[in-house]
């Protein structure tokens, strides 16, 4: 049975919270929306999941259906203190990002005055410190890869070094996950790296792909395919209606 690339992203994304426990999903986009729904579906039944506003879930629907069961109330405030006291998993995406994991999402060109007004800051310095962060891109290019971000939202392992002991104490980046592969930053100046490509992918495309230099392992695994399980799950339960190939077409 063919797997998309799309599909590898889902399982990509859904790997950031194997084993989680009992914290909350935050998956700010479709495919690792799906990818949080695999999870709790598989190897993080503990996994908790929000209808997007202000309720937990605890059946697990398609995505774009709502829950047939709801097993608690999270308003705003509870939302917060879960943020602020690390028991929460957030997969945000990055207008830009950089080699130590500085995520950009407020605006392009100097921020006194931008070539273009994005989302603003948000919530990102209080994610990326507090709770553990990884990040979606589902177009990997030397836009979104650069080598400095034009300001920084989400803060990366240089920044949160720099400011010292309260700012590492639960700084921590995950993943970054793209149509290109999984990247993490388990190097010893704490700089990005492949972790896998997905099947088709080239180390060269990859280095293509980015705006600063890549540190790259001698050999770079597959990410992994998924079950005939997970795949069933994803096609027929979590996303029937092939949500996913919208973010990421067939390659």
């Not at 937990?56 to 203190?81: I, K, S």
């Amino acid at each position: 049975m063919t797997v998309t690339r799309a599909e590898y992203c889902v399982v990509a994304c859904a790997e950031a919270w194997r084993d989680a426990g009992e914290i909350l999903a935050s998956p700010m986009d479709t495919v690792p929306s799906i990818g949080a729904r695999l999870a709790k579906l598989t190897f993080a039944p503990d996994l908790l999941l929000t209808d997007g506003e202000a309720l937990l879930t605890a059946d697990v629907p398609a995505v774009g259906a709502e829950a047939e069961v709801v097993e608690g109330w999270l308003p705003y405030r509870q939302h917060l203190a879960l943020v602020a006291t690390g028991r929460r998993h957030v997969m945000m995406g990055a207008s830009q990002i950089d080699r130590y994991g500085n995520q950009n999402i407020s605006c392009i060109g100097d921020w006194a005055s931008p070539k273009r007004q994005l989302l603003g800051v948000r919530g990102a310095p209080v994610n990326t410190l507090n709770n553990p962060t990884s990040y979606w891109i589902p177009r990997h290019s030397t836009r979104v890869f650069v080598e400095h971000v034009d300001m920084v939202c989400g803060v990366g392992y240089d920044r949160a070094a720099a400011a010292g002991p309260s700012a590492i104490r639960y700084h921590h980046l995950a993943q970054v996950v793209t149509d290109l592969g999984v990247f993490d930053f388990a190097t010893p100046d704490r700089t990005m790296r492949p972790r896998s490509l997905h099947p088709g992918v080239t180390a060269e495309q990859v280095t293509d792909a980015t705006g600063f230099a890549l540190t790259i392992p001698d050999d770079v695994p597959y990410t992994r395919e998924p079950t005939p399980e997970e795949l069933r799950l994803i096609r027929e339960v979590v996303d029937p209606n092939r949500l996913r190939e919208r973010e990421v077409p067939a390659a």
